[in-house]
T-cell receptor, first 109, second 114 residues
Framework: AQRVTQPEKLLSVFKGAPVELKCNYSYSGSPELFWYVQYSRQRLQLLLRHISRESIKGFTADLNKGETSFHLKKPFAQEEDSAMYYCALSNAAGNKLTFGGGTRVLVKP | EAQVTQNPRYLITVTGKKLTVTCSQNMNHEYMSWYRQDPGLGLRQIYYSMNVEVTDKGDVPEGYKVSRKEKRNFPLILESPSPNQTSLYFC?????????????FGPGTRLTVL
């Protein structure tokens, strides 16, 4: 069975400070990892996926297969980064998506 | 506008009264899925559909039914709702399965079962 764990329910940081959201997964096959974000009053949307290896809105995430982690990082948080963030894993068959419990990020001025 | 729509957005009902939540997408997507969101548990997949007439169980299918008679629609049916099905429900769609690309989410349906 596949599982995604986000140990932090809430992260509160000051504007300009670095922020790191932790994500650990459990899956025996070859996973595809994603970060989805939900801003206030907006729909859940894709932030980034590991296979694209790109930086979106200053966020990056590295897949560490040895530690089974896919942590999301941003060196300088902005107030508009305040949102709910979900780490998600798709199975090798590509038909299921498993989400973590989510981390709420609050960026204070 | 390309989007996923859900109806109703809010629903309060009583135990045992059958209900259907509709989901429709206008992007010609093959894949559609239903999730429920509960505090601390994130989103959990209820059912998914890889194409018309092809549906399968997700992680929490008990108490739910779905159908996919047309490509654009994927209704979620609760034959006999119970209070533990009180939740926020999201429908999503994508061109292919979730591994291949972005899932587009609907606005959510908040269901309360008394």
């Amino acid at each position: 069975a596949q599982r995604v764990t986000q140990p932090e329910k809430l992260l509160s940081v000051f504007k300009g400070a670095p922020v790191e959201l932790k994500c650990n997964y459990s899956y025996s096959g070859s996973p595809e990892l994603f970060w989805y974000v939900q801003y206030s009053r907006q729909r859940l949307q894709l932030l980034l996926r590991h296979i694209s290896r790109e930086s979106i809105k200053g966020f990056t995430a590295d897949l560490n297969k040895g530690e089974t982690s896919f942590h999301l990082k941003k060196p300088f948080a902005q107030e508009e980064d305040s949102a709910m963030y979900y780490c998600a894993l798709s199975n090798a068959a590509g038909n299921k998506l498993t989400f973590g419990g989510g981390t709420r990020v609050l960026v204070k001025p | 506008e390309a989007q996923v729509t859900q109806n109703p957005r809010y629903l309060i009902t009583v135990t045992g009264k059958k209900l259907t939540v509709t989901c429709s997408q206008n992007m010609n997507h093959e894949y559609m899925s239903w999730y429920r969101q509960d505090p601390g548990l994130g989103l959990r997949q209820i059912y998914y559909s890889m194409n018309v007439e092809v549906t399968d169980k997700g992680d929490v299918p008990e108490g739910y039914k779905v159908s996919r008679k047309e490509k654009r629609n994927f209704p979620l049916i609760l034959e006999s709702p119970s209070p533990n099905q009180t939740s926020l429900y999201f429908c999503a769609s994508s061109l292919a399965g979730p591994r291949m690309g972005e899932q587009f989410f609907g606005p959510g349906t908040r269901l309360t079962v008394l």
